[in-house]
DNA sequence: TGGTGTTTACTTACTAGTAAGTAAGTTTAG
DNA sequence: CTAAACTTACTTACTAGTAAGTAAACACCA
């Protein structure tokens, strides 16, 4: 009864998204992700169409997975510090893992040239992101973990921004530009930097 | 005895980028180069051979503006708030001008697709606009006009980041975002927040 | 001043490669 | 035996890039 799921679906998506954060849609292909996949360029036809459904489907996938993650940490209580540090993670993986973009980041760089579908798909996963976030600060401020001033979404969009933009600086200026930006986040926010040598490594790995 | 310039050349740079900025680089081709400059496709080619040096070009001459406009700012001896004002400026400018995204924010989300000569120049604007950076808020930190904790480069860097993430974020969130995060980013910097109606428009457009 | 190269700035007309996308046939598992 | 999950073989459109030709401006010299 359940769907015969086949995993080349989700090979593909794999596949498509790790693309995506490495080259940007506009310069990944069909033929990238059938090569790399060992299937032909039909087969990623059968399961999507046309590339901007592709598109849109990683994106959502993506929001999906945030959700889940959040959902998670809520459901255990995790403390704000220890949610905004796992999100901080979110992104470091990316950079280790090959010197990959979030795609958000590389989706809005070209907004101008992506399927207007995939735009609404971006803005949503931007929204909900932003709204998670706000959440962890408010909450964090509450209490007393956080220290800030405005608006807690408006913090939250400036943290946002930051990442993003770091985790871009990062793959031209190198790991420590994204490290750095972490550390002057937290450190605006008013969060104790314990640790001193030990510090980075083990501060930001988390769970 | 001078070079007898033509200004197609100019016009080439001009339109790439601008089509960089909406598109990315892998999103514009020469044709629509030709087509919005009403040349042939070999007209380009004929003053830049291949996209990676037409390319190379456009980052070359956006950083040689921008040493111009840091020359022209610390003759007439700019000060630190002015500076960093007038330098918000730009992406606002971009942003403005059809929701462009800075050139350097693009590039490096597409780092993992761009020539290598692109992503030599591109290491060299990074570093040139942090340094500037670097130095102002040093600057203003001295005469005791900024303060934050945290070397200017740190500093720098966190503040590069956040606007090429919001100039980006605002493609998908909207103009005010943008005038967020340079609020706050002021904020952080203990920067007076003068006016309260009029505020944003005059206090950003700067000069 | 006039004629002769030469250079600049293109156009016309092409190539080879790659892009997304499709139609029709084949394999395989329930 | 049927439907899902492909492959084979294709099309159309665009990509960067090239080769060869041309018109006009310039450079130099007699």
Redesign the interface.
């Known amino acids: 009864m359940s769907p015969p799921r086949s995993n080349t679906k989700d090979a593909i998506l794999d596949t498509a998204e790790s693309l995506l954060q ?3 849609f ?3 292909s069909y033929q990238h992700i059938s090569e790399q996949l060992g299937v032909k360029n039909a087969a990623i036809h059968y399961h999507f169409p046309n590339k901007a459904g592709l598109g849109v489907a990683v994106i959502e996938r993506y929001n999906r997975n945030f959700h889940d993650w959040v959902a998670r940490h809520q459901q255990r209580g995790t403390k704000p510090l220890a949610m905004l540090r796992g999100y901080f993670a979110i992104p470091l993986r990316f950079m280790r893992d090959g ?1 990959k ?1 979030c795609p958000l ?2 989706l ?6 992506i399927p207007d579908p995939m ?1 609404d798909a ?2 949503t996963l ?2 909900d992101i ?1 709204g998670f976030l706000s959440e962890a600060l408010e909450q964090g401020r509450q209490q007393a973990v956080f220290q800030f ?2 608006t807690a979404q ?2 939250a ?2 943290v ?7 985790l ?2 990062s ?3 190198g790991t420590k ?1 994204f490290m ?2 972490i ?3 937290e ?2 926010l008013g969060v104790e930097e314990q640790r001193d040598k030990i510090s980075s490594q083990s501060l930001l790995v988390s769970r």
Chains 1, 2 share one sequence.
């Open positions: 490495e080259r940007g506009n310069a990944f010197q973009a980041g590389v809005e760089a070209e907004f101008g040239a735009r971006v803005r931007d929204a932003r001033n405005g408006d913090k969009l400036l946002v921004s930051a990442l993003q933009g770091a871009q600086i793959r031209a200026a530009a750095t930006v550390r002057q986040i450190r605006d």
